[in-house]
Every structure is written in C-alpha cells, then in structure tokens.
C-alpha cells in the first residue's frame, strides 16, 4: 500500500499557536481597547476584491501590484485579487456602500492580507494587520489624532521604548508638482549613475528613487533637493499645525524629510513608527494622508488619513508572555463527584470565573495536576460515606466568593 503523503503547510504562511498566538491576541485586544479608547467602529471589508481597486489605488508599477500581489481569475473571469492592505477596500466600500453620509468616518479592522514576498523573520506571504483610517476629514487634527492613537497603542503594548516616530509632509498638489520636477531635473542630471530600477522609476515614479537601497543611487538620493524649498504656504501651515498638536499631546517625532510615498494622492503628512530591534524589518506602523485616493477610485474627492501595522512584527517585540491559566481548577477526587464538578464548572462561568476540571487519571493524583494548571483558586471535591465535601486552596477573599456557589448546607471554603 503506497504510504500517504501528509500535506505541508504551504512556504510563507504560518500556523499560529501556543506562545505566538498569545503574542497576537495581545496585539489585538490592546487595538481593540485603544480603538474604543478613541471612539472609532470596526468594519469588516472583503478579503478579496476586483484586481482593479489595488492596481489604481497601489499603483500599476509599484512592487506590490506588478510582483507581489495574488491575483487570480474566477470562473466568471473576473479577476481578482487576494488583499495586500486594507485601505483600498475601505475607500471602495466607502464608495459603494453609501458610506459618504456618514462622513467623516473613524473606522478600524484587522485580519489577514497577502503578499507575495520572500519570507524572513518578521515577513510573511500570509499575514496580519491592524488598520485604522479617518476618511472625509481635511483638517490636521485627523492626522493628530490617529498618530496619538499609535503612540497610545505602542505604549499600551509596552513596546514604544525604542520605537521613533519619523514624521514628514510631502505637501499639498502644488508642492509635489514642483517638488517632483526639481527631483527629475537632479536624477536626470545623473542618469548615467543611476542603476537601472532608478531609471525605470524615472520615468514612471521619480519620488521612489529616494527609497532606493541601491549603494549607486545613494549618493544622488541623499542629495536630491528637499521638499521644504517647494511647500506653499498652506502646506507648510498644515504641517506646523500636526508638528504643534503632536507636542501638545506628547507625542515625541522627528522628522525624515527623505521619508516619501510615490503616488499622487498622498498628500501631507506621511510617518513611519521605526525600530532597530527587529534588524532589517525596522518599520512597525507607517502610514499617511491620501487626499487623491478616492477621487483616484472613481469616487468624489474626499480626504483621508490612515495607518496599518503588521499584527506579528509587533508581537515580536512583546515581552515574554505568560501562558493563560484558570482562575479556578476542580480536582474530582472521586468519581461520583463528576456531575457536580459539572454543575459546578456550569455556575462559575456564569459568574465571570474561568474554570477547568481535572477528572481524569488517578483521583489520588487530580490534585495535584489542578494546582500544575496555575490557576488562582484550587478546588477539590470528594465523596464521604455518600456525602460530597468541598476543600479549596487560593486567596481568602476568593474562597469566601466561590463557597456562595456550593449548595445549601456545604461548608464554606474559607
């Protein structure tokens, strides 16, 4: 009989458990208490959309959409494509689902996106983010305050030691379009240094020349002329305006005037939340505002600002997490006791106790194995001449707690 070959999880995707998935949960409950914190709703969008709302919103030459992207035809021939971040979905949602009326918009989501990357530590082909937008709010008290919901988030997961908020304005239309000409006039000048993925931006997308990793284009990047020479005035006042609320609130920044988003509805304020614990991974929430990004998809001209982290690059920078345990362990010392470990189990969830019963093995040794589970209060229950009897270890107030769940005539705990 030819042996069964057991299927393997596929290359860059991840089965999440044990210490990993405690690491996760952290980061999600810790979104969800900030998001509350900070009065924004959770939404939900498709995990997968027509190819198109990524292509015009991501940009048909940038990595993502032309190498990285799961695209795929379904039997309709539609094409489709798995989600590689959430911004897009929501801005097509907000479009076609009437969602203007509500504006402006404070929302949240996480869940899974896919890229098709070379997985490393920290990078994977199936991951997970958090993502929190304002849509249809102009002013720079938006940007504000979901930058203060990052630090508050960072600082609530204990992780924001080390972590530097890197700020920078990429202005307003007038700005970019000035500032854009002056960068291809300089790489231009030096086309012949260039490498040739600088000269394939050139003439598509100038800005991410300034993103190049590549020894050859360096030189030339670092000494591109800076945006601050081209800002207008409302521009430049939009920018003091998020610098000045973000010293208000202590929120600590510098700012990273190469730090540049290539499309041409970003517009303002871009930052990056950036570390050195993580090696090459070093960025652990970015985003930005995208004021063109809507209007971009077909929709009214409607501004927004937005941020998304990668849920398990965070977790990598928790502290050691604890294992969960019970805050209440039934040993069953006799098994005639089982039912009303049950009856027991049954009445401490309904009063908020998380509980376990240990009633397998050797009763002599349940015990034991309750007091292994580390839970808070450890009770035990055993048969006498017919008679069931109750003993507990664990904090006094607790015990005294716990005995009003026995039945009439058992004798308290404590």
């Not at 940038?62 to 590689?84: A, C, I, Q």
């Not at 920290?122 to 993502?131: K, N, P, V």
């Amino acid at each position: 009989m030819a042996r069964i070959e057991t299927p393997r999880r596929v290359r860059g995707t991840q089965d999440i458990f044990g210490d990993e998935q405690r690491r996760f949960a952290r980061v999600v409950e810790a979104f969800e208490h900030v998001r509350r914190l900070y009065c924004f709703s959770q939404v939900q969008v498709p995990v997968f959309e027509s190819t198109g709302v990524f292509a015009r919103s991501m940009g048909e030459t940038s990595d993502v959409v032309s190498k990285e992207m799961y695209t795929f035809p379904d039997r309709g021939d539609e094409l489709l494509t798995l989600r590689p971040e959430f911004t897009a979905g929501i801005c097509r949602a907000y479009i076609t689902e009437g969602w203007q009326q509500f504006a402006p918009l404070k929302l949240t989501t996480h869940g899974p996106v896919f890229r098709y990357e070379r997985p490393q530590k920290g990078r994977y082909r199936q991951f997970h983010q958090i993502d929190a937008e304002i849509i249809g709010a102009a002013e720079p008290q938006a940007d504000v305050e979901l930058l203060t919901m990052a630090d508050q988030l960072l600082k609530e997961l204990g992780i924001a030691e080390g972590v530097t908020l890197q700020l920078n304005t990429l202005g307003d239309a007038e700005t970019r379009e000035a500032w854009r000409a002056a960068l291809v006039a300089h790489f231009e000048a030096h086309r012949g240094e260039l490498s040739e993925d600088s000269l394939t931006r050139l003439e598509k997308n100038p800005m991410r020349i300034l993103d190049s990793k590549d020894p050859r284009d360096r030189p030339i990047a670092d000494s591109a002329p800076d945006i601050d020479a081209y800002l207008t005035d409302e521009a430049r006042a939009f920018f003091d305006a998020v610098t000045s609320g973000l010293d208000a609130a202590g929120v600590a920044w510098t700012r990273n005037a190469r730090l540049v988003r290539g499309l041409d509805y970003y517009r303002h304020t871009a930052f990056e939340f950036v570390t050195d614990r993580l090696g090459a991974q070093g960025t652990v929430l970015a985003g930005g505002r995208y004021d063109g990004l809507i209007g971009n998809l077909g929709g009214p001209e409607t501004p927004g600002v937005g941020w998304a982290a990668g849920i398990e690059r965070l977790g990598m920078l928790l502290a050691e997490p604890v294992a969960e345990a019970p805050a209440v362990a039934i040993a069953i010392e006799d098994d005639v006791a089982v039912g009303e470990g049950y009856r027991l189990l049954r009445e401490l969830r309904r009063h908020g106790w998380s509980g376990e019963m240990i009633a397998v093995g050797s009763p002599k040794k349940r015990f034991d194995k309750a007091v292994k589970t580390g839970a808070e209060v450890v009770l035990s229950i055993r048969s006498q001449n017919g008679t069931l009897s109750y003993g507990g270890r664990g904090p006094v107030d607790a015990l005294s707690r716990l005995s009003r769940l026995l039945p009439p005539g058992a004798a308290p705990l404590a």
